[in-house]
């Protein structure tokens, strides 16, 4: 199991400050519009926002809880949004706090006739509970994907399984030529029988999909060896490499494919 991230607070805020400049270069903000704000919850965690702080931010028309757009699409008029907090908690020794967790939530947005497609990426970190250290979820991988399933997407009745969605698994069908062994004639397409299955969106939204893991190298046993896709960061540096660069490499798969 790794040791959890602990650092004094002073230095935690004062590299906070440095990675929403990095933010704001790699957008191109001269300003310097992007901020952390800094809020108390009540589970004793203190968490870091970043925030807009343009003079227009009432007018920005961003979906609720997003800080700023990140990507448009070529293809349509879809937006790709992004917001970032980061979770630490108090820890043993004077001015001490521990990592919990490193957010960045994702909104594609702009299409009327289609519902917001909302993801996260999130590194949840070793942390301390109760005197013990461990990752939240049970074997979840950490760091790790997740989609956010809106209400639009799901009725009611298939929530409740009254009417399951019907999903074609199989690829189109494959046109073959069939003149050179029957004798001549045109090739036909060989339509296979749709294979069909039922599902629900109702909990897709709980699924962690990992976004580090070992596997090639280690084989895990779901939940009890978990170890393979299970990492905390070293050090504060490591979160910083890692926001910045999914938010370069989102940024342009987005651009690149819609």
Same mark, same amino acid.
């Given at each position: ?12 805020e ?48 961003m ?36 990592f ?12 009327? $006739?289609? #519902?917001?497609? !909302?993801f996260? /990426? ?6 301390? @509970? &109760?005197? =013990?250290?461990?990752? +939240?979820?049970v ?30 698994? $199989?690829? #189109?069908?494959? !046109?073959?030529? /069939?003149?050179?062994?029957?004798g001549?004639? @045109? &090739?036909? =397409?060989?339509?296979? +029988? ?31 060896i ?19 660069? =999914? ?12």
């Amino acid at each position: 199991m790794s040791r959890p991230l602990v650092r004094a607070q002073q230095i935690v805020e004062s590299r906070l400050r440095g990675l929403g400049q990095k933010i704001n270069d790699v957008l191109a903000f001269r300003d310097q519009r992007l901020r952390f704000d800094k809020r108390a919850m009540r589970s004793g965690t203190t968490t870091w926002v970043l925030r807009n702080h343009a003079e227009d931010e009432a007018a920005l028309n961003m979906p609720l809880g997003y800080v700023a757009e990140l990507g448009a699409a070529r293809s349509d008029d879809s937006i790709l949004y992004f917001g970032y907090n980061e979770e630490w908690q108090p820890a043993r020794g004077r001015d001490q706090i521990e990592f919990v967790a490193s957010n960045l939530r994702f909104v594609i947005s702009g299409v009327e $006739e289609m #519902p917001d497609l !909302r993801f996260r /990426l999130e590194w949840a970190g070793a942390k301390t @509970e &109760g005197g =013990a250290v461990g990752y +939240p979820g049970v074997g979840a991988a950490h760091p790790h994907w997740q989609f956010d399933v809106d209400d639009g997407w799901v009725d009611t009745r298939i929530a409740h399984g009254d009417e399951p969605i019907v999903i074609n698994l $199989e690829p #189109p069908p494959e !046109r073959i030529d /069939l003149g050179d062994m029957d004798g001549g004639g @045109e &090739g036909e =397409a060989l339509a296979l +029988p749709p294979r069909r299955v039922s599902a629900t969106l109702a909990g897709f939204h709980h699924l962690h999909l990992p976004a580090r893991t070992m596997w090639h190298e280690l084989m895990c046993d779901m939940p009890g060896i978990a170890t393979p896709h299970q990492h905390t960061p070293a050090c504060e540096d490591e979160i910083d490499r890692w926001v910045i660069s =999914a938010l370069r490499y989102i940024k342009s798969e987005f651009e690149a494919y819609l």
